[in-house]
């Protein structure tokens, strides 16, 4: 169940929420005869960097669709180095994306196929070739990612990185389970096996109540949390606690919050009809997976606006006030805006317009009867327009 009525204006979300992600189809996979898997590489196309070249060509080399190192992003390139040449016969799981988010959606979208019959009866012996990001993924430092693959019974032993172009003899290459905006069987197979897991290892925890803080290019979060932690909220921040911990908050979590991102992706793994509370970082910005992540794990979801982010950037900074929209949820009078929600946006503010980014003039009208009480009230306080310099005319 979504619920939408916390947002300024639910209609602009209702097509993205009111669809079925799930797809019935039966996963296969392709041989690829001497094809080359090409390793990542961010190139310089049109006048921009586009970072998802990388992925495999087959024998007349043509690019294989299916292996983009993520769709729709990049494809096949000219490699200006020797290709090697081996003998081996090797199963291709994609690109290992160093970001959270995407480890628990993107990077496990093929593992299915390691517990299929056919894998464990002729291809069980075969290395487990990936894509490092840029060449530098390591579980060194992805020690979360890397217990997520042991709890799924995967041989870290057995994964190979590939850094240069490589033509095997053959390429096995299982379908995607989680794509282009799609699920299938597969994929909550492997999901529910990481919730299992979390089930039969569970310990008691006094975190009913779960707060997942992010921090990155985020203007006003800190204020944000402090609100949640005044409803009962523990906050955390999940870099810094284990995969094991994390899992466990999930498992016992009876409700759930965090901005939308890849904190938010955590809710993948807590029980089947939690409540979840979603804070979009912008306007109309919701995730590309959240929404699918929400069929997946049957969440209580309820998305609620508490931004003000009103210039065009993909990447932050965001800017988060405690909305009135947010505090009637909780059941909370609203009297108007604070000095925190003042000071996040003109610091919000100032460092943007001092790195050039433009004004949303979608978001500013997403925005816009809300953004006119805030402006009002922020234009009583001269000392901190004063202070900034900023302009919002």
């Not at 006003?220 to 609100?227: F, T």
């Amino acid at each position: 169940m979504t619920n939408l009525d916390y947002l300024y204006n639910k209609d602009a979300a209702s097509d993205i929420f009111g669809k079925n992600y799930f797809v019935d189809n039966k996963l296969h996979f392709k041989i690829i005869e001497r094809g080359t898997i090409l390793p990542h590489k961010n190139i310089y196309v049109n006048g921009g960097w586009t970072w998802g070249f990388g992925g495999i060509v087959n024998s007349r080399n043509e690019f294989v669709e299916n292996s983009f190192v993520h769709k729709g992003a990049g494809g096949a390139y000219t490699p200006t180095e020797e290709i090697f040449h081996s003998p081996a016969t090797v199963v291709y799981l994609g690109l290992f994306y160093p970001v959270w988010g995407h480890c628990i959606t993107d990077n496990i979208r093929r593992l299915w196929f390691l517990k299929s019959d056919i894998f464990k009866t002729y291809f069980k012996n075969c290395q487990l070739i990936y894509i490092p990001w840029a060449g530098q993924f390591s579980f060194d430092y992805m020690q979360n990612f890397k217990r997520l693959l042991e709890i799924l019974e995967i041989d870290i032993n057995k994964l190979v990185p590939v850094y240069h172009p490589v033509q095997f003899e053959n390429i096995i290459l299982p379908d995607d389970s989680f794509y282009d905006g799609k699920f299938t069987n597969e994929y909550r197979e492997t999901i529910e096996q990481i919730k299992n897991f979390a089930l039969k290892n569970q310990t008691p925890t006094s975190s009913k109540k779960v707060y997942f803080y992010y921090g990155t290019a985020q203007f006003g979060e800190e204020h944000l949390a402090e609100y949640f932690r005044s409803k009962g909220y523990e906050i955390f921040s999940p870099e810094k606690l284990t995969f094991d911990e994390q899992l466990n908050l999930m498992i016992n979590a009876e409700s759930f919050a965090s901005t939308l991102g890849s904190c938010s992706h955590n809710s993948i793994f807590l029980r089947d009809g939690t409540e979840a509370i979603f804070i979009p970082r912008a306007a109309k910005r919701f995730s590309g997976y959240q929404q699918i992540i929400d069929q997946i794990a049957n969440l209580n979801a309820i998305y609620i606006d508490s931004t003000l982010s009103i210039f065009e950037t993909m990447n932050g900074p965001y800017c988060f006030i405690i909305s009135e929209q947010l505090k009637k949820f909780f059941g909370d009078e609203f009297t108007g805006y604070s000095e925190n929600d003042f000071k996040a946006f003109v610091d919000y503010s100032k460092s943007s317009t001092q790195n050039g980014y433009q004004r949303n003039e979608a978001a500013w009208n997403y925005y816009l009867p809300t953004l006119q009480k805030f402006l009002s009230q922020l234009s009583k306080r001269k000392d901190l327009m004063e202070a900034y310099g900023v302009k919002f005319a």
